[in-house]
């Protein structure tokens, strides 16, 4: 199994990777603190994940946590998490209310921004 054949959800302080074609859990994972909105982004190979106020790194590919941070004086909330890594085509995109503002070339990969 590779990384694109996972989806990956969480809730309440939980993480799942679900195969893609049948919807079986591949792995979970909980974090050790924190109870409310889970938020999540691929980079790469990794899973960052931010459940109340902590962030952490989990292998996208078996689950197993690879990092924590505290993020002290950062406060609680939904976090919103980004990520330029990716390829020559990918397109960064920035939004505002209701409508595209603007889409670019993320930079990443030998793009130039605003390609």
Not at 101 to 107: H, V, W
């Amino acid at each position: 199994m590779s990384i694109p054949d996972l989806i990956f959800t969480g809730f309440n302080k939980r993480v799942a990777a679900l195969d893609r074609h049948t919807g079986q859990i591949v792995w979970q994972w909980s974090a050790h603190t924190g109870s409310s909105y889970t938020s999540l982004m691929l980079d790469d190979d990794r899973l960052i994940v931010s459940v109340h106020g902590y962030m952490y790194a989990l292998d996208a590919l078996t689950g197993r946590q690879l990092w924590f941070n505290e993020m002290s004086g950062f406060g609680y909330g939904v976090a919103s998490l980004a990520s330029v890594n990716g390829t020559s085509n990918g397109h960064l995109i920035t939004a505002y209310s209701e409508e595209q503002a603007s889409s670019s070339a993320a930079g990443a990969g030998g793009a130039s921004a605003g390609a």
